[in-house]
């Protein structure tokens, strides 16, 4: 039985994943807490979040995405691949900025409408 | 070839370049910082003492009450924020009532006039927030209160306007005699002159050896503060003192000219360069602060600081031309009450100088006015007038103290422009407030940046090296 | 002057829910003032997710959540004045602002809505001993250095305080390219959500030191090292537990403070506990037609909790310009019980209480299974059952207008007990 908090909304619950029984979770309140349990233990994944440089705008730097979430491992190197990329204003909220992050099959995307 | 070096800008020096900028003389200052004003000048009470606390025949007592009469005219002139607020001693015994005595005793030898003492009651009527304590205290109406750091910044400019040179970031490292003259060497190239004044502050006794046999040392010694938020600022309307003891004049409770008040200082030997806080001196000054004024909310604190101040082991100023080394005059060891004096040390140094040989011809020119802009005093009318003809002056940089960009602008262009995010502060006030730059501490770094033509890391809090950037993000892995 | 039936001051998540929600509720003329060169306040440098699940199902990051407002806003026909700098507000509705595009102009407004945010405490506020060098920033300004400027501010960091942005900036200057040594906490708990703990400073294996704090600041011109302390339960440093831990940078997130100095300008009543206005069930302040929202009220947690708030805020602005004055024959004053730190609102006028009022408050303590009672004089109106509280969290209950008909006295009070398993 391995505890753990929640992280998926601020509630932050408790949870308890059985490891022994195909990861059953309990303490949840709600599906994607019991989804959050077994994906810990099994495979944990988190969004990255950062930013970018951005061009032909006065901001110097647009923020960004992962659209979904990637394997936690992956974290350092999907970071330090963002350093990587460049974009030109304009950019609009969800705009593919790099698809493919790293060979993890998801894409990252501006969260940030910047007009020139 | 010069006629005068300075070496030291601090208030003392720049009080003698001000002084001496009148005259048809070459002058240059040398300061070892990178803006002026940066040692004791930047960090004490901003206090104007009225003149009742040096010990009369001495040159403090002769000095200060004069040097705060021409501190008026000369804030007056050069638009530098001050305050006639007046200041009380307090006494809480029979010791500190027969202190009062001699207070009041030395204040009239000395000539300072309108002192006179209060009943506890009386005191506690002028001041409300004064403890029950309170068995009597000394009124002295003229001690005043004032922008340290603008003060001299204002001497400094005014001297440069009237051609004086100013070196920044030039610390002096040797001194040679050159005929009857001197060649100063700092990293910036050697410097010639005829006459030398050393106002080198906590370092004096440093510079003065570099060419004479030591005949004072200077004995550092630090003083803690806090300052308090502008909700505590009206706590008091007076200086708050108590009694002196031999270290020095005791906390003090004060408001200060930007509306704050101002708790401090305490008195412990220290390193020239030993600026730091510590946790018994804070509790110190709380713990002696709350005797004067119990209501003082300390969690309105804003700030904490140290200054150093620059005494030496005579006990009086030292202004006189060095026994072995004629033409090298010292400005040593002002300490308290040397904010106070600076006009007057400017004063005795120039017949000094003058007494040996230097040429006093008036400039018929001399430009002895300066102004400069500041919004939050302004009616809407004036602020629309500066905002129409450069709407920088309508951008809020700074909200806690509605500073704006136009007057960050206007002080990079003064004749004396700030090179650190701590250089606009005290021109302008930008970070002095509440959040202390936590808002606008970015956004003057790029506005910095910009106007000076530099990257933003290359912009720091204070002396180089203390950068607040360390590049791009990312940057450790490209 | 000009006049406008709604002046909005602050365009951030709660300037924004205001206007909208006071268009919604049929004001035409609504004026926005924001300080900024644009909307969106914090949130445009909280480029982390986890906004808006409450408001929008989903979940967002900071820029995000705001550009979803702004897009609704822009739907709409609110002027929004940007770099405009309100200077005061006077007890009859006229506001002063500068711009460089307006320069100093008066407006006077039917109603106004104060959403100015709150800002951050600072080195002064702890008074920690130590040099002034250089590389002591509070987490929201290394925050904005990093995400908006893209420039970092250090490479090897000790975090003093556990609040989100704390915990956020820990997780931020880990991924930027720095080493995040430690994060300090003064109290024996965090004062930052559970979740931040796990995904910020666990998932980067960054030590969480509790009951621990900066005890001097050691460096010339840059910050070079910083010694940390362990705490007594008087929080008082114990001797002999000095660690050193060299570091270019410090981090400080030691807690946030509803910026309020237009409010206490205009002489609305304060609350010595929020450290914001003293508001009624509608959020309106001691000044009639002004109201407040948002973090200037009360320093939340979420987002999306500013947005609710702010949005009932601007619908009483929209009620106040269209119906007039509250009426007030019988007012009841929110008392804060045992370990409840503050309520929000202080005050229910019961004429004005439709289905029912959302009280906010935040205990003082951390508590396991528990309850929150509301009583009135002896008599306990309502219970609320909860498995966990922290000061770091913010409570929130629904007194319907049912139980609050039961409170015959002047006063009910809130407060927080353990409860039996």
Known sequence: MKELICIVCPNGCRLRVDEKNGCRVTGNSCPRGEEYGKNEILHPVRVLTGTVRLHGASLPRCPVKTRGPIPKEKLPEAARALCRVDVEAPVQTGDVVLADLCGTGVDLVATRTILP | ?478 | MTEHQLVVIGGGPAGLSAALSAWEAGITDILLLERDKYLGGILNQCVHNGFGLHRFKEELTGPEYAGRYVELLESTAVRVKTDAMVLSVSPDRTVRYVSPADGCRTVHAGAVVLAMGCRERTRGAISVPGTRCSGILTAGAAQRFINIEGKMVGRRAVILGSGDIGLIMARRMTLEGAKVLACVELMPYSSGLNRNIVQCLQDFNIPLLLSHTVTDIIGDRRLEKVVVSAVDEHRRPIPGTEQTFECDTLLLSVGLLPENELTRALGAEMDPRTNGAAVYENMETSIPGVFACGNVLQVHDLVDFVSEESARAGAAAADYIQNGETASRRTLTVENGNAVSYTVPQRIRMEAVDQGVQVFFRVNRVFEKSAVTVTAGEKQIARFKREHMAPGEMERIFLPEKLLALAEGETITVSAEEAEA
């Open chain 2, 1 to 478: 070839m010069q006629d005068v070096i300075i070496i030291g800008c601090g208030v003392v020096g720049a009080a003698c370049a001000y002084r001496l900028s009148r005259f048809r003389l070459r002058l240059t200052v040398l300061e070892a910082l990178s803006d002026v004003a940066g040692g004791t000048t930047k960090a004490n009470s901003a206090i104007l003492h009225a003149g009742y606390d040096p010990e009369p025949g001495t040159l403090m007592a002769r000095l200060n009450v004069e040097g705060v009469r021409l501190a008026e005219e000369i804030c007056a002139k050069l638009d530098v924020p001050y305050r006639k607020t007046g200041s009380l001693v307090l006494a809480f015994d029979e010791k500190d009532r027969s202190c009062l005595r001699t207070l009041l005793a030395r204040g009239e030898k000395n000539g300072v006039t309108g002192l006179h003492l209060l009943s506890g009651d009386e005191a506690r009527a002028l001041e409300p927030e004064l403890s029950g304590e309170v068995q009597e205290a000394l009124l002295a109406p003229s001690a005043a209160i004032v922008n340290p750091w603008e003060y001299a910044l204002a001497m400094a400019e005014t001297a440069v306007r009237n051609g004086a040179e100013l070196h920044l970031s030039c610390p002096v490292t040797a001194i040679t005699r050159e005929g009857d003259g001197f060649a100063v060497t700092t990293p910036k190239g050697v410097f010639h002159s005829q006459y030398i004044i050393n106002a080198a502050g906590v370092h004096a006794d440093n510079v003065h050896e570099l060419i004479g046999k030591k005949n004072f040392t200077i004995r550092p010694a630090k003083g803690e503060y806090y300052l308090l938020d502008k909700s505590e600022g009206t706590r008091v309307s007076r200086v708050i003192f108590q009694c002196p003891d031999p270290k020095g004049k005791g906390v003090l409770v004060s408001p200060t000219v930007h509306g704050n008040l101002i708790v401090g200082p305490t008195a412990e030997p220290s390193g020239p360069e030993d600026t730091s806080n510590t946790a018994q001196g804070l509790q110190k000054v709380r713990d002696l602060a709350v005797r004067s004024v119990p209501g003082v909310r300390f969690r309105e604190n804003i700030r904490n600081f140290a200054g150093v101040r620059a005494s030496s082991d005579r006990g009086d100023f030292i202004l006189e031309e060095s026994p072995a080394v004629p033409g090298f005059f010292n400005a040593a060891g002002i300490c308290s009450p040397g904010l106070s004096a600076a006009p007057t040390i400017a004063d005795e140094l120039t017949a000094l100088l003058a007494e040996k040989g230097l040429a006093l011809e008036e400039k018929e020119e001399f430009i002895d006015t300066r102004r400069r802009v500041r919004f939050h005093e302004l009616d809407d009318g004036a602020r629309n007038a500066l905002i129409a003809a450069d709407p920088r002056y309508g951008r809020v940089i700074c909200r806690c103290e509605t500073v704006t960009e136009g007057e960050i602008i206007a002080c990079l262009r003064a004749p004396i422009p700030p090179a650190s995010i701590n250089g606009v502060k005290r021109r302008v006030g930008a970070g002095m407030g509440r959040c202390q730059g936590g808002f606008c501490g970015p956004r003057v770094q790029e506005i910095l940046a910009r106007e000076l033509g530099v990257p933003p890391e290359a912009v720091p809090l204070e002396e180089p090296g203390s950068y607040i950037l360390t590049g791009e993000t990312k940057e450790a892995w490209t």
